[in-house]
């Protein structure tokens, strides 16, 4: 079977951590975390464009970092301090086309490809 985009998420209690990991290959002008429930909107947690500046929700701002490895070409999520309203499906998108900005709050615009990964946080 084919091998989700995203992994890392699961369930854990509030205050745990959890690495969220999306592969992430050719070069993207802007790298994005959000999250997103069915039937609902997607909601930008983390940005990260290619000059390194990073874009945060103010929900996760001093919790989450937002980084890639470019030599495996991976995009990263590290989330601690977890709290329950956290909970959602995460997904990873990206511009490869340089088509724009990359503020969290301009998610909607860009590609995403994966199934999402799951992080439950219990109170």
Same mark, same amino acid.
């Given at each position: 079977?084919?091998?989700?985009?995203?992994?890392?998420?699961?369930?854990?209690?509030? @205050?745990?951590?959890?690495?969220?990991?999306?592969?992430?290959?050719?070069?993207?002008?802007? *790298?994005?975390?959000?999250?997103?429930?069915?039937? #609902?909107?997607? #909601? +930008?947690?983390?940005?990260?464009?290619?000059?390194?500046?990073?874009?945060?929700?103010?929900?996760? #701002? +001093?919790?989450?970092?937002?980084?890639?490895?470019?030599?495996?070409?991976?995009?990263?999520?590290? *989330? $601690?301090?977890? #709290?329950?309203?956290?909970?959602?499906?995460?997904?990873?998108?990206?511009?490869?086309?340089?088509? +724009?900005?990359?503020?969290? $709050? @301009?998610? $909607?615009?860009?590609?995403?490809?994966?199934? +999402?990964?799951?992080?439950?946080?219990?109170?």
């Amino acid at each position: 079977q084919v091998q989700p985009v995203e992994s890392g998420g699961g369930s854990v209690q509030a @205050g745990g951590t959890l690495r969220l990991s999306c592969a992430i290959s050719g070069h993207a002008y802007c *790298m994005a975390w959000f999250r997103q429930a069915p039937g #609902k909107e997607r #909601k +930008g947690v983390a940005t990260l464009d290619e000059d390194g500046s990073t874009d945060y929700s103010d929900s996760v #701002k +001093g919790r989450f970092t937002i980084s890639k490895d470019d030599a495996k070409d991976i995009l990263y999520l590290q *989330m $601690n301090n977890l #709290k329950p309203e956290d909970t959602d499906m995460y997904y990873c998108a990206a511009d490869f086309h340089g088509l +724009g900005a990359c503020p969290v $709050n @301009g998610v $909607n615009r860009l590609r995403a490809w994966g199934q +999402g990964t799951m992080v439950n946080v219990s109170s």
